[in-house]
């Protein structure tokens, strides 16, 4: 159900009867809603296959399926804060490694060393701070 079909309870019979007044009352839950429904769905789907230079465009959604088909250098288009997940999933004949960008921090552990197998799935989250990518990582579906 749409957001805007919201309908606020408030046990103030007269306020029901009253438009103006509940305007006023719940106007600022009607820009939430505004707001809400003009961000579209709370993620998006891109699919990627990979090649020898691969671009994730932030603009175009905020969860990536990723096939590795060779090794790839990823590089990251339009950033925005917030989160980004990677599923990286090794297609051909495997092995293949991603060259992350430098922008990211892994923490003590440092990048991470994908699963090889073939048809494996390693899960990537990024966030990102306006300057930053901090990165952590599952590995070995």
């Known amino acids: 159900m749409p957001l805007n079909k919201f309908i606020p309870v408030y046990p103030d019979k007269a306020l029901e009867q009253d438009q103006d007044t509940t305007l006023a009352r719940f106007g600022h839950l009607n820009q939430i809603v505004d707001y809400v429904n ?3 769905s709370a993620a998006t789907l891109q699919s990627l296959t990979a090649t020898a230079t691969t671009t994730i465009d932030f603009a175009l959604g905020d969860l990536v399926n ?3 088909t ?6 990251f288009a339009n950033p925005r804060v917030g989160s980004i997940i990677i599923k990286v999933i090794q297609g051909g004949i495997g092995g293949y490694e991603i060259t992350w960008p430098a922008n990211i921090n892994w923490g003590e552990d440092g990048a991470p060393s994908l699963t090889v197998a073939v048809g494996k799935t390693d899960i990537i989250s990024l966030i990102y701070d306006g300057v930053n990518f901090y990165g952590s990582y599952s590995l070995n579906y």
């Open 38 to 40: 003009s961000q579209g």
């Open 66 to 68: 990723l096939t590795l």
């Open 70 to 75: 060779s090794n790839t250098i990823l590089t």
